[in-house]
C-alpha cells in the first residue's frame, strides 16, 4: 500500500460503501467536510484503486436466485496449465459469484446462485466439462446469516 488512509478517508468509504449513490453534497455532510476537499478525496481513492467500482446490489430472491451452493472442488494436479483451464472455465459461468483457491483439505471454493436444483444441476455438468476435477462436493445454503460487501475500515 503506497497511499495513507486517514480518518476522514476511512469516513468517506464507509458511506460509501453503505451507499455509493450519494451526491457529493450529502456525503460531505456525513463526513464533515466541505463538499470540493470531498469531492476530491473521492477522486483521489478512486484514482489510487481504493474505490475499485461502484455497483448495484440486487435482491437475489426478487430475481427468483434463491439457492447458494458452495461448490468444494478437489483436484489431483496443481499444474499451471491445469489451473488457467479450470479457471477460465469456472469464472466463464455467469452462475459463479465468488471462486477461491484455498490451502488446506479443498483446493478451490465457488459460490454458485441459482434458481432451483434443476438449475444447479445443469450448472454442475458445465462445470466439471470445464477442466479434470478429483472431487466435487456441493453444500446447500439453508439460511444466510449475514450478507455485506462492506469491508471493516
Do not use: N
Not at 50 to 75: K, Y
Not at 123 to 133: D, E, Q, S
Request: hydrophobic share 45%; proline share 3%; with cysteine.
Amino acid at each position: 500500500m503506497d497511499f495513507v488512509l486517514d480518518a476522514a478517508d476511512r469516513r468517506i468509504l464507509r458511506e460509501l460503501q453503505a451507499d455509493a449513490t450519494l451526491p457529493i453534497a450529502e456525503l460531505a455532510e456525513r463526513v464533515g467536510l466541505t463538499q470540493t476537499p470531498c469531492w476530491k478525496r473521492v477522486k483521489r481513492l478512486t484514482e489510487q484503486g481504493v474505490i475499485e467500482r461502484r455497483v448495484a446490489i440486487l435482491d437475489r430472491e426478487r430475481l427468483d436466485l434463491s439457492l447458494v451452493v458452495f461448490v468444494s472442488v478437489r483436484t489431483s494436479r496443481h499444474d499451471e496449465a491445469w489451473l488457467g483451464e479450470f479457471a477460465k472455465g469456472a469464472s466463464a459461468l455467469p452462475e459463479v459469484v465468488e471462486f477461491y483457491r484455498l490451502s488446506g483439505e479443498t483446493d478451490y471454493l465457488l459460490k454458485v446462485v441459482v434458481r432451483d436444483i434443476a438449475a444447479y444441476d445443469a450448472f454442475y455438468k458445465r462445470l466439471i466439462a470445464a477442466a479434470p476435477l478429483s472431487d466435487v462436493s456441493s453444500s446447500f445454503a439453508m439460511e444466510q446469516i449475514k450478507f455485506t460487501t462492506a469491508l471493516p475500515l
